[in-house]
């Protein structure tokens, strides 16, 4: 298992997984795998699994069967103390951002720094405010979460997750609720991640466009199982499943399709 | 017939679950405080959230309490010639009852629930996540705070809320029934003991907070993530805490004067 | 964080304003004092004591001096009530001292009333009262009278004692 997987120059591997909440069947033998350093989208209809998959491998839920590996790390079994330390290479952005909100943004941000290293609060103070600069936000330091746009929670949740240096980025739906010119910003600011720090970026994403303009490889999830390809294979694919996601997604919202 | 069966069965293995979970939730929770990072911070900061504020409905409460317990006390008292005697009973209703049972589901109330709609709500938000993710335990981080918070304000409340209902009882018993004043304050402090009933109503407070402390964070932990999951939550700790608060009541009341 | 200083400021005073009535309660209510190192321990034995309980008052005119500790039965097999008092050790009690068990009132409750003596000689810590004076049970006395009224075994009386 961990030759082939590393062989493969893969960073995360997700090998048979299963998983059902209830009588629901999310995924039945999943197998996919994420390049290094690469900006790798989940795409699919709402509901079919995205943010389920992602939260997999941030080892928030654990499968019914099957491996996840992060690196040479199985994840799936680890005790939490153990998984821990594994998240120490990870960095993750949440939909709502995630942001405490009895917290100021700076505490939001330099919260990982005071627990997990021993900077002096100068230091904190210099990597704080190179991060705001890296993710384009200003003045921030005394505001509530509360306080925020759209837009700048998620740049502010982008800033928390970097500030470890993470190998692997993951996040889950970046440009929800965002209007078109967000979009594009928020957009830019991750391929200026991506192609700065080299960092392995896993998305989940149903938006279409700037899936295609973002992905360096696209994993389909469709009934459980995924479909992997670059943009162009995607594009041009056969599948029926993903052609029609295609057509749907060009001219209205994609299709719900529970499984 | 059966389908009733069947539903006991299930909700019996669910509820045993459910205290199996509360207990290791417990556990957890004792091994936090005790274990280093200590947070004072924070703990400062919950103190404020469950003492601080919570001290205008306590201190009038107590307050109001005072002033019916002379009221009912006297009038009771007076057809047996012994309404010198209404410090006495003011008292001692108060600190062995009274006292730590209000406070108790007063605090229950007003900053149980508060607590409990709070951890629900970050965990709607995915805020408990965000934490797991930096590697820092929620439950380290932000319902122990909470949960001693709470339990060390309670006795402190406690105190306050008697001797806020003790003034209460002053003013209606001397100011307003014509009891002398020394008189009350002399049957107060002839009749109550320490040993008896201030420090039976210390335990019982201390008790009553660990149990509030316990009941609301955990109900916000494991809320539903959404609307529905906190507002359940919210009103399923003030209910549980209340009874839980009765319940050991009881049991302390009948323990206590057993075996002193 | 700028709310922080005013915000510790409230949680000292609310800390230091609970202690302050928890001590209030325990001292000056509960009389914490009387029991500890510092008592006098004093020695009666009563044939009666009636419904003297533990913590009950010791008084001397009036005036609460300590409170009884500890009731047994007596250890030399007479079948006495040993009654174990703290007293406020800055007094001087005389060996001649009475101790009797009264009541407050007529039903009230019962506690230790001390009568000094003349003596020169001191009870010390540990010493025993040896002049005492049993409770006056209500169900006895109200027994004597009515035999006294109606003689021993008239069936008129309806009986003696009892309650």
């Not at chain 3, 007596?74 to 005389?94: E, H, N, Q, W, Y």
Request: glycine letters at 12%.
């Amino acid at each position: 298992m961990a030759a082939e997987h590393a062989r493969g120059g893969a960073h995360v591997d997700v090998i048979s997984v299963r998983l059902a909440f209830g009588e629901r069947r999310v995924f039945d033998g999943l197998s996919c795998r994420f390049s290094q350093s690469k900006v790798s989208v989940i795409l699919g209809a709402s509901g079919v699994g995205k943010s389920t998959l992602l939260r997999l491998l941030a080892g928030l839920i654990r499968p019914d069967y099957g491996d996840l590996w992060i690196g040479e790390q199985e994840i799936s079994r680890l005790p939490e103390r153990q998984l821990r330390k594994v998240r120490r290479r990870l960095g993750m952005m949440f939909q709502g951002g995630a942001l405490l909100d009895a917290m100021t943004v700076f505490d939001n941000v330099a919260l990982p720094l005071r627990e997990h290293t021993q900077l002096s609060e100068k230091e904190i103070a210099e990597r704080v405010h190179a991060q705001f600069e890296a993710v384009g936000l200003k003045r921030v330091d005394a505001l509530l979460p509360g306080e925020l746009s759209g837009g700048m929670k998620k740049r502010a949740a982008l800033a928390r997750a970097m500030i470890t240096e993470p190998e692997i980025l993951l996040i889950d739906e970046p440009f929800s609720g965002l209007d078109p010119l967000a979009v594009r910003l928020i957009e830019a600011l991750l391929r200026e991640v991506n192609h700065g720090k080299g960092l392995t970026m896993i998305l989940t994403n149903h938006h279409i466009g700037s899936t295609m303009r973002l992905a360096d490889e696209i994993v389909f999830l469709s009934d459980g199982a995924a479909i992997t390809g670059t943009v162009k294979e995607i594009k041009e694919s056969k599948d029926p499943r993903i052609q029609r996601f295609l057509v749907a997604a060009g001219t209205g919202p994609a299709l719900e399709e529970a499984s | 017939m059966l389908e009733f069966v069947r539903e006991v069965g299930w909700r019996t293995v669910d509820n045993v679950h459910g205290l199996g979970g509360i207990a290791l939730y417990g556990s957890r929770l004792v091994y936090e405080t005790l274990a280093p990072p200590y947070r004072l911070r924070r703990l400062l900061d919950e103190l404020y959230n469950s003492g601080v504020l919570s001290l205008a409905i306590i201190c009038t409460s107590g307050t109001a309490v005072g002033f019916v317990l002379a009221l009912q006390g006297y009038n009771t008292l007076v057809r047996f010639g012994a309404e010198q005697s209404v410090g006495a009973v003011v008292g001692l209703s108060l600190i062995r009852e009274l006292g730590p049972v209000l406070t108790a589901l007063l605090v229950t109330g007003r900053a149980g629930s508060a607590i409990a709609a709070e951890i629900g709500a970050m965990v709607a938000t995915e805020q408990l996540d965000g934490l797991r993710m930096m590697s820092v335990d929620p439950v380290d981080y932000v319902t122990q705070p909470k949960a001693l918070g709470l339990a060390l304000s309670m006795p402190l409340l406690t105190a306050l809320f008697i001797v806020f209902g003790l003034f209460g009882g002053y003013l209606v018993g001397v100011g307003l029934l014509g009891v002398d004043a020394g008189v009350y304050f002399s049957s107060l402090e002839n009749t109550i003991d320490f040993r008896n009933d201030v420090l039976g109503s210390v335990l019982k407070s201390v008790v009553f907070g660990m149990i509030v402390g316990l009941i609301s964070t955990w109900r916000g932990y494991t809320a539903a993530p959404n609307s529905a999951g906190v507002s359940a939550a919210t009103t399923g700790a003030v209910v549980q805490a209340s009874v839980a608060t009765l319940m050991f009541d009881y049991v302390i009341t009948a323990l206590w004067g057993v075996g002193i | 964080m700028n709310r922080s200083p005013i915000r510790d400021l409230l949680v000292g005073v609310f800390v230091l304003s609970g202690l302050a009535a928890l001590a209030y309660l325990s001292i000056q209510l509960g009389g914490a004092t009387y029991s500890g190192p510092g008592g006098l321990t004093l020695y009666a034995s009563f044939d009666e004591i009636g419904g003297l309980q533990k913590r009950a008052p010791v008084v001397i005119g009036g005036v609460k001096v300590g409170q009884v500790k500890n009731i047994q039965l007596s250890s030399d097999g007479s079948f006495r009530a040993r009654v174990t008092m703290d007293i406020d050790m800055t007094l001087k009690i005389p060996d001649d001292t009475q101790a009797a068990v009264l009541t407050q009132g007529v039903l009230g409750n019962q506690y230790v009333g001390l009568t000094p003596g003349g003596s020169d000689t001191l009870l010390a810590d540990g010493g025993e009262i040896a002049y005492t004076q049993s409770a006056v049970v209500i169900e006895r006395l109200i027994g004597k009278v009515i035999q006294s009224l109606g003689g021993g075994k008239d069936d008129k009386s309806g009986g003696g004692g009892g309650s």
